[in-house]
């Protein structure tokens, strides 16, 4: 099958290449609990999300999940904070230690969003 102009376009993200969007969420075992995947590259995460929800995905009473910085931070959502040092490198692979409680959350949260990036 060939990818024709009209059918790709949507599939272009904001870097301007082909891509596909996926949302998945697991527990603290690194066990999926739910996917939804095959999303056009320029769709936005809020519109992944709010269809997961209408899908039946559900955060359990009194926990929130750590979601990328392109998700708005919730009573359920834990979004990095933004503006503030974030990637692993920055950090210097622990050469650099974080310089208020911002970059400490966000070290943290980059460490926790490695783990489930290296599962998927």
Known sequence: MTLTPD??????NR?????QDAM?????????TFISCGWEGSTTD???LQSALNRGFKVPEGKFYLVYGGYANTTSFLASYKGV???????GHGRHRPQ???????LRHA???NHVERAI
């Open 111 to 113: 460490v926790l969003r």
């Open 46 to 48: 809020a519109r992944v």
């Open 7 to 12: 059918k790709a376009a949507p599939f272009q």
């Open 24 to 32: 998945v969420a697991c527990d603290f075992h690194l066990n999926f």
């Open 85 to 91: 040092r974030y990637q692993l490198k920055e950090f």
């Open 15 to 19: 870097k301007g290449t082909l891509s």
């Open 100 to 106: 208020n409680y911002k970059e400490l959350f966000n």
